[in-house]
């Protein structure tokens, strides 16, 4: 079956570094995704990864491993308004999305 | 990036009654339609898939005949929730593609539905 594996809450600090980390088995793969959700709200688009490799947009970065079946998203600086659910998701063979069950992340001050 | 609104944001029904949320594509044609519910503290859910023209595929559990789902254009879809009651009342959002770019969804701002 496919399966999508992330922890279910973090807590960091204010201006301090974070890593999530997500396993991942599908059928097929055509890139990994990260969202951010904020409650209320629906998911934002954060990265898109294809290949093997680290991809850094900012504050953000994530990381693709496809042999392992693993990535990770690194946020720096954290900020307050970095508290929310962060999704991974793998597009299958199918082009359909299969999204894990998000990490709910804590920042304190 | 492109535009997808969902009208209404919220909406409070009474158990019995059908709701009707619309899925807009504001800027681009949506070849593709996702429709997605999510609980509380949960990870989104894909309902079905509604390509444009034709009938939508929907995910097994979900029932059809509660779930009409309308793909009459390409930049308009539409969810029919019918007879609702209160264990319908969730999160809904749509999410939609342009089929010549497969790894791209833009997701509307959800539906809040609360069935009494």
């Known amino acids: 079956g496919q399966n999508i594996d992330q922890p279910t809450e973090m807590t960091a600090t204010e201006g301090a570094i974070v890593q999530i980390n997500c396993t991942y088995q599908t059928s097929g793969f055509n890139g990994l995704f990260w969202y951010q959700q904020h409650a209320g709200e629906a998911p934002t688009f954060l990265s898109y990864n294809v290949l093997d490799g680290l991809e850094e947009k900012g504050r953000f970065s994530s990381f693709l491993s496809r042999s392992k079946g693993y990535s990770y998203l690194l946020l720096k600086e954290l900020q307050m308004k970095d508290s929310a659910s962060y999704l991974c998701a793998v597009m299958d063979s199918n082009y359909q999305l299969i999204w894990g069950a998000g990490t709910k992340l804590i920042i304190k001050p | ?116």
Not at chain 2, 24 to 32: E, M, P, Y
Not at chain 2, 50 to 62: L, R
Not at chain 2, 81 to 90: M, Y
Request: proline fraction near 3%; hydrophobic fraction near 35%; aromatic fraction near 10%.
């Open chain 2, 1 to 116: 990036g492109a535009v997808v609104s969902q009208h209404p944001s919220r909406v409070i029904c009474k158990s019995g009654t059908s709701v009707k949320i619309e899925c807009r594509s504001l800027d681009f044609q949506a070849t593709t339609m996702f429709w997605y519910r999510q609980f509380p503290k949960k990870s989104l859910m894909l309902m079905a898939t509604s390509n444009e023209g034709s009938k939508a595929t929907y995910e097994q559990g979900v029932e059809k005949d509660k779930f009409l789902i309308n793909h009459a254009s390409l930049t308009l879809s539409t969810l029919t929730v019918t007879s609702a009651h209160p264990e319908d009342s969730s999160f809904y959002i749509c999410s939609a593609r342009w089929n010549a770019v497969k790894e791209t969804q833009y997701f509307g701002p959800g539906t809040r539905l609360l069935v009494l």
